[in-house]
């Protein structure tokens, strides 16, 4: 099978791209969150700030405000214990105060116990399973109604290497990664035909955030890619003025300023 890879050297978004555009973006607290509800802001973007910490959606409301950028919502939410019903008052807010959604980035994860899967702990195994896959499809299956109010909606899932092939003491982390790629395939494929909803996931590459360092304590971080380094990536994800693939996998090479297919 031939790679399909596309450089967005030459890309280089307007100020004003994402005016007017509503996007929720889950695990907003975290590194790559934060730089995305930042960029995505000065942009125009009204950004939907969602993770459990609220301290730190705080902090980046106010990085917002003072950035410029429209004033964006607060949703605190704990995945790892929220019931559908959450999911389902969340739709509910966002229907009464913005009608609509454009974009939804679903960026949160745990790191599960890195280990043996004969030496997994159950409890650490379920957490995995939840955060990284049960509450994807949580998101997109209540997010639907919402993301079709738009004229054309992205959704997109924040993907790994080690979800595209399973790796030994990666497996409480990797397999739900790996089967929400499935996921991504199998609902872009039903919403092809009937909504505005484009369905994507991009492996953002080895970045420095929270679970890379948890995962390679010993590594020094700054071998690792910036997170501002990707935001270009997800940018034009967003961009209304791209012709949106659907259903597709994506890596992300900051070197090169390219997309690849995965």
Not at 13 to 30: M, Q
Not at 33 to 49: D, M, N, Q, V
Not at 163 to 183: D, E, F, H, T, V
Not at 219 to 228: K, R
Request: proline letters at 4%.
């Amino acid at each position: 099978m031939t790679t399909k890879t596309f450089s967005l050297t030459d890309y280089s978004p307007a100020e004003n791209t994402l005016t007017g555009k509503i996007i929720l973006i889950i695990g907003a607290a975290d590194e790559l969150g934060r730089s995305l509800s930042i960029e995505f802001a000065k942009l125009g973007a009204t950004i939907i700030l969602l993770d459990k910490s609220v301290k730190n959606l705080e902090q980046i409301y106010d990085d917002i405000e003072q950035n410029g950028g429209p004033k964006p919502a607060i949703f605190p939410m704990d995945i790892e214990n929220a019931e559908e019903q959450d999911y389902l008052t969340l739709i509910q807010a966002i229907a009464d105060n913005f009608k609509q959604l454009d974009g939804l980035i679903l960026n949160a994860a745990v790191l599960g116990q890195h280990g043996p899967i004969v030496h997994t702990d159950l409890e650490q195994w379920t957490r995995a399973l939840q955060v990284n896959l049960t509450a994807n499809f949580l998101f997109l299956k209540h997010c639907a109604s919402i993301l079709n109010q738009a004229d054309q909606a992205s959704c997109l899932y924040v993907s790994d290497q080690v979800a595209q092939r399973g790796r030994a003491y990666w497996g409480s982390y990797s397999s739900p990664k790996a089967a929400c790629l499935n996921l991504i395939e199998t609902i872009a494929e039903e919403w092809e035909t009937n909504t505005n909803i484009h369905v994507n996931s991009l492996d953002p590459g080895l970045i420095n955030t929270a679970l890379r360092r948890q995962a390679f304590p010993g590594l020094d971080p700054t071998q690792h890619q910036t997170v501002e380094s990707v935001t270009k990536a997800f940018v034009y994800f967003m961009d209304t003025g791209i012709s949106w693939p659907n259903g597709k996998h994506f890596s992300w090479d900051p070197a090169d300023q390219s997309l690849t297919e995965i």
